[in-house]
T-cell receptor, first 116, second 111 residues
Framework: DAGVTQSPTHLIKTRGQQVTLRCSPI?????VSWYQQVLGQGPQFIFQ???????GRGNFPDRFSARQFPNYSSELNVNALLLGDSALYLC???????????????FGPGTRLTVL | SQQGEEDPQALSIQEGENATMNCSYK?????LQWYRQNSGRGLVHLIL?????REKHSGRLRVTLDTSKKSSSLLITASRAADTASYFC???????????FGAGTRLFVKA
């Protein structure tokens, strides 16, 4: 079975541009979460979607937005890119309802975004 | 500030030795998960322990959870060079939708 997939693998953008990252969850998983991981740090929570609705949001500016589609895939959009947005962006999917104590999250390989 | 904090920040051991990593957190949790990450790639899920559990095993991994002390430990027995990686704990918050990661422990296993 395919795991979580993300595209693209790598991306180079310049300041002020906009970027869209894509994620396909494991088949049957209805929850998708997005994380930002800066080099040398742990992942920082950005968003969680369950059944196409935003269920949680981390401390990120409004330049960050996301959505989940009827097939449960998801997109993360970042507008007006800053140098500090350079990071590995990780997507995770889970089967259980987000508040469930059984909510194991499985991660994709990530998209490495470089902002010049 | 991050919810989970791993200790130590870095650990270097010989192949065959045991490695113990600790994680402390601040607020009430539903569960705690441990992940491994190799060289900045995606995270590999190792084990999930629920808030009403005290210990879980998976192969060479043993995880404990002490909710009274708000802490967890990950023990890797008989370590191998292939265990070299960063290890993160992640807490699922009670009543919330966030999973909060610590900064990680960097484990280096020398052959």
């Amino acid at each position: 079975d395919a795991g979580v997939t993300q595209s693209p693998t790598h991306l180079i953008k310049t300041r002020g541009q906009q970027v869209t990252l894509r994620c396909s969850p494991i088949s049957g998983h209805k929850s998708v979460s997005w994380y930002q991981q800066v080099l040398g740090q742990g992942p920082q929570f950005i968003f969680q979607y369950y059944e196409k609705e935003e269920r949680g949001r981390g401390n990120f500016p409004d330049r960050f937005s996301a959505r989940q589609f009827p097939n449960y895939s998801s997109e993360l959009n970042v507008n007006a890119l800053l140098l500090g947005d350079s990071a590995l962006y990780l997507c995770a999917s889970s089967l259980a309802f987000p508040q469930s104590s059984y909510n194991e999250q499985f991660f994709g390989p990530g998209t490495r975004l470089t902002v010049l | 500030s991050q919810q989970g904090e791993e200790d130590p920040q870095a650990l270097s051991i010989q192949e065959g030795e045991n490695a113990t990593m600790n994680c402390s957190y601040k607020t009430s949790i539903n569960n705690l998960q441990w992940y491994r990450q190799n060289s900045g790639r995606g995270l590999v899920h190792l084990i999930l322990i629920r808030s009403n559990e005290r210990e879980k095993h998976s192969g060479r991994l043993r995880v404990t959870l002490d909710t009274s002390k708000k802490s967890s430990s990950l023990l890797i027995t008989a370590s191998r060079a292939a265990d070299t990686a960063s290890y993160f704990c992640a807490t699922g918050l009670t009543g919330g939708f966030k999973t909060i990661f610590g900064a990680g422990t960097r484990l280096f296993v020398k052959a």
